[in-house]
């Protein structure tokens, strides 16, 4: 069953702005991770931030993460024409088992 | 990073056959496959977990003897949609993880376009 709840559903900016998306989770988890998705294709890893972590970088991306709000966000900063695509992020559950459960995707439209 | 290869790409079958969906981890060794299922412009849901050697975990709801699944080798597994039908058509995508369970990131196929006519 999904667990991540994404915000917004959808996103249209122009080329050089930020994109910020958020995600909700309701539990404890290992860690969560941002995914891309082009459409029609797979998924590609983005960034993975552990549950004891509360920020981390990568490029143009930050990631942020508040465990007590069962909470997280995606910034894109500086965003290019070749950032359109569906970002999902996905949370690793505290079990004995390996499972990602993946949240509805923010769909991101980047402007030329 | 490393490499998931899925094949096909895209399949159409008739309604009644089976078609066969191939993932391969082609730089590891995956200790663990996944299969997800993926409806336009919506998630992924997991339909099940499988490790090399051992028999797959279905998520509830998703039909085992639909949806067969072997991990044959700890590079290759395989997902084979049987008696197909209109309602099977979807984007199946595949993943693989290759250390342990904690902290590691998933790498996925380019996914898989069934339609079922």
């Known amino acids: 069953s999904q667990q991540g709840e994404e915000d917004p559903q959808a996103l249209s900016i122009q080329e050089g702005e930020n994109a910020t998306m958020n995600c909700s989770y309701k539990t404890s988890i290992n860690n969560l991770q941002w995914y891309r998705q082009n459409s029609g294709r797979g998924l590609v890893h983005l960034i993975l931030?552990?549950?004891?972590?509360r920020e981390k970088h990568s490029g143009r991306l930050r990631v942020t993460l508040d465990t007590s709000k069962k909470s997280s966000s995606l910034l894109i900063t500086a965003s290019r024409a070749a950032d359109t695509a569906s970002y999902f992020c996905a949370t690793d559950l505290r079990s004995n088992d390996y499972k990602l459960s993946f949240g509805a995707g923010t769909t991101v439209t980047v402007r030329a | 990073g490393a490499v998931v290869s899925q094949h096909p790409s895209w399949v159409i079958c008739k309604s009644g056959t089976s078609v066969k969906i191939e993932c391969r981890s082609l730089?590891?060794?995956?200790?663990?496959m996944f299969w997800y299922r993926q409806f336009p412009k919506q998630s992924l849901m997991l339909m099940a977990t499988s490790n090399e050697g051992s028999k797959a975990t279905y998520e509830q709801g998703v039909e085992k003897d639909k949806f067969l699944i072997n991990h044959a080798s700890l590079t290759l597994s395989t997902l084979t949609v049987t008696s197909a039908h209109p309602e099977d058509s979807s984007f199946y995508i595949c993943?693989?993880?290759?250390?342990?369970?904690?902290?590691?990131?998933?790498?996925f196929g380019q996914g898989t376009r069934l339609t079922v006519v």
């Open positions: 730089d590891f060794q995956a200790t663990t």
């Open positions: 931030i552990r549950s004891n972590e």
């Open positions: 993943s693989a993880i290759a250390g342990r369970w904690a902290n590691t990131e998933a790498f």
